[in-house]
């Protein structure tokens, strides 16, 4: 049973760099064909995708959020990590992690819908 959990500041401030962490058990980060994704929700609003790390340390990101956008891991660890810079109050949002076995190398944007195993979501606030 994959099990994923976010961890990271609940407060930002506006321009600061926004960075969580997911800590993932059950299934290495780097098995076959996972994806390992981000995804949040702003108050109100849907579901919107971020960017995915893909089992082989390939990334790909939401274009509209691509420019600020970065996904890193830590195999050591079995961690992958987001970092958003420039944080506007437009960002805050409850940010989930994500994985799912593709069954293959999926290369692209992905819909949150696709994601089986869903961390708790962690509440992120932007305020000075």
């Known amino acids: 049973q994959v099990q994923l959990q976010e961890s990271g500041p609940g407060l930002v401030k506006p321009s600061q760099t926004l960075s969580l962490t997911c800590t993932v058990s059950g299934e290495s980060i780097t098995t076959n064909y996972f994806h390992w994704g981000w995804i949040r929700q702003p108050p109100g609003r849907g579901l919107e995708w971020i960017g995915v790390?893909?089992?082989?340390?390939?990334?790909y990101y939401n274009p509209s959020l691509e420019s600020r956008s970065s996904i890193t891991r830590d195999t050591s660890k079995n961690q992958f990590s987001l970092h958003l810079q420039t944080i506007t109050p437009e960002d805050a949002a409850v940010y989930f992690c994500a994985a799912v076995d593709r069954g293959y190398k999926a290369m692209g944007v992905m819909a949150p819908q696709e994601f089986d195993y869903w961390g708790q979501g962690t509440h992120v606030a932007v305020s000075s």
């Open positions: 790390i893909v089992y082989d340390g390939d990334t």
